[in-house]
Every structure is written in C-alpha cells, then in structure tokens.
C-alpha cells in the first residue's frame, strides 16, 4: 500500500508550531472578570454577612420595631414590666412617630408609676396628630395619676369633642377626675359611660368601680371589678383593688386567693407580696406575714412600705434588734417618713440604745409637731422620750419641758393604733 507523505514536514526531529491566536480568549476572560467584580461590589455587605455567617460570626440582625413593641407587650402581661419598657423604648426610638408604640408604652408607664414620662409621650403623639384622641386619653390619665385631675378634667373635654372611637378610655379617665375633685356623682355617671361605651373594657369597669366606692355603692364597685378580672385575667390592678374591697368586708381568704393569682402571674409582684403579709397579720398569722414582707422587700429593696410592716410585726413580737434594722431601712430610704422615723426611736429605746434614741425621737417630735393630725404620735414620742428619761437620766435633763410622770409606754406596743402608710 502506498502512503503519501507530506515531504514539506521532517518525518524526524522538531516540528514547526503552528502560532495561535489568542486575543478572543483574552476578551472572553476580562469580560468574565469584569462581571464578577461588578457583582461583587454591589452585593458586598450581602456577601459579607454569608461570609461571617460561615465562619460562625454573624452580626446578630436589628429587630423591627414592630417586633420589638409585640415582644414588649408580652413581657409586660408575665410581669416583666421593666423589659418591656426597654424594648418600647427602643422601638419608638426608631419610630418616634407611631402612635400606637407611644400610646402603649404610655399606659405602661402609668402602670409602673411613672406618669411624668406618660405624660411626655402622650405630648408626642399629639405632635404627631393633634386630632387623635389616643394622645388626649394618655395625657388625661397621665395628669389624674398626676394628682392635677383639675387640669385633666378640659384634656378629657377637648377629646370627646373629637368622637372618634375612643370614648371609653376618656370618660374612664373623667370618671377618676371627677372623682378626685369631689364631684362623685358626675365621675360615677362618667364611669357608667365609660362602660357602655366599651363592656369589654376591663380598664373601664375599673375606673367605675373607683368612683362607686366614693358613693358608698361598695357591693356594686366589687361587682364591677369582679367584671374587670374575669374580662381580663391578667389585669393586675384590678385584682389589687377587688383585694381590697374583700378584705374591707372581711372576705379576707377571697383576697388571699386574688393575691395568689397575682403572684401565679407575676411571682415577683412587689405590690401582692406586700399586701399579703397585711392580710396575714390581719388574721394573725405572724410568722407567715414575716416571710411576705421579707420577700416583698426581695422583689423591691425600696419598698418603704415593706420595711414598715416588717419593722411592726417584728416589735409587736418583742423581736427589737430585727425591727431595728428594718426601721432604720425605712428611715434611710424616706427620711422625712414619720411612721419609720418615731418607730426606729422607740425601738433604739428597747434595744438600751439611750444616744441614738434620745436623738432620733427628737427629730420625729419637731416633725410631728409640724403636722395638724399626729397629736397621738406626738403623745407616743413624748413618751419614748421619757422613758429614755428614766432609764438614762443623763437624757431625761436635757429636755426640761418632759413631764416627770410615768408614762403608760407600753401602751404603744400595739401598732393599730397608727396609721399605716399607703403602699
């Protein structure tokens, strides 16, 4: 067989290379890298953060402000009142302008006894929109809790004259208003408003009962606030105030119950915790009214009231160094506090303390003496002081004007005869 040979190319040796041509690769190439780099610089913080996240650092991502007002409104139905005014406070951060955050977190705040920041955010809303009613019924109830119900009274007015919907939280704030400046019928009949205008208010039926306590109507107003908790179980002030109204008509083991409740939902309830301990030294149960004052100044280490009621159950069982230290907590946290202060003296006085006695009943007599109704206290004072008299005599000269005769000191064991401070 014949095999022609191309005799142009050497059957041995090197071979001539055929030049190539590769410009279109070249273009080809930066073309492809041109579009990488451009997909790259517009999506780069996307990049980065899948990047972090594969490496295990992530940023942790912003909340939305929605997000963060739905979680605050949950904290503060289990009790977590604090947690959840920050993460309001947050989310109006970021959205000053929503007025169903402001309004929110308004009623939140009068609930936690802050209205000056109620009152603030109900401003807000109405630079917002000052023809929202919502802003007119914070500030309103804002300024009631104010103790200013006089000036509230035309906020309140202004806001019915809108007629949008909101009738019912004005005219529960009317109610109190009215109430408060001693216009109970008229805060009685705004109350009755505020309910037909919403039954389903558990806040209404509140502010109506308040008012029917004032007109002597006290079976009604626990009607109405037995309303109130089964409308809303997790009312808390409204179990609170039907607590109150039990143990007025001595149903005290249905305001145990109530109480209980409270801490079901909120186990570190300062205000329940308190208002056990009351009721249990009430029905005489001492020791286990001790344990509840010693938590409620666990849940509140400023409760005022707390270190009272356990300064008093402690000296009523003759527990004089114990009372000591929760008088003294008391008298530190609110010196200008007469109760705390006179009973701290008279307790320094059982404890063989002449010095610190003598003193501290000194400063309680010239507050006493200041104030038109402690006559009793001041009879008590003088008493502490000449018992110290007596048993110190170094004390009982320095004050020439102390009658020299022994007093019935041990009359002043029995603490119903003092008011016991609001809580």
Known sequence: ???????????????????????????????????IALFVSSNFDNLQEQTMELLGFAPTPTPLPSDLATLASQLFVAGNRQQAADLFERAITQRPENIDYLYEYGKLMIDMDNPERALELADQILDVNSTDPRGYALKARALVWLRRSADAVPVILAGLDLNRGYESPLYSALARAYTDTGKYEDGAEAGLLSVQADPSSSDARRSYAYSLSWVGSNQEAIAQLEAAVRI????????????????????DQEAIDLYDRILALQPRNARALLRLCSTYRKIGQFERAIGYCQDAIVADPLSIGAYYQLGILQYNLYQFDEALVAFRS?????????????????????????????????????????????????????????AIGQRCPDFGRRDPTLPTATPNFNSEIAPEAIATPSV
């Open 1 to 35: 067989m014949y095999i022609k040979r191309d005799y142009s190319r050497p059957m041995f040796g090197k071979q001539v290379k055929q030049r190539r041509n590769y410009a279109p690769m070249m273009f080809l190439f930066g073309l492809i890298m041109g579009a």
């Open 232 to 251: 809303d179980p997790t009312n808390i002030a409204a179990h609170l105030e039907l607590a109150l109204q039990y143990l007025a008509q001595n149903r």
């Open 330 to 386: 008391c008298a530190d946290i609110a010196p200008d506090n007469l109760d705390c202060t006179y009973r701290l003296g008279l307790t320094y006085y059982y404890v063989d303390d002449c010095q610190n006695g003598w003193d501290v009943l000194q400063d309680a007599l010239l507050m006493a003496q200041s104030r038109s109704d402690s006559a009793t206290v001041v009879g008590y004072i003088r008493e502490g002081l000449i």
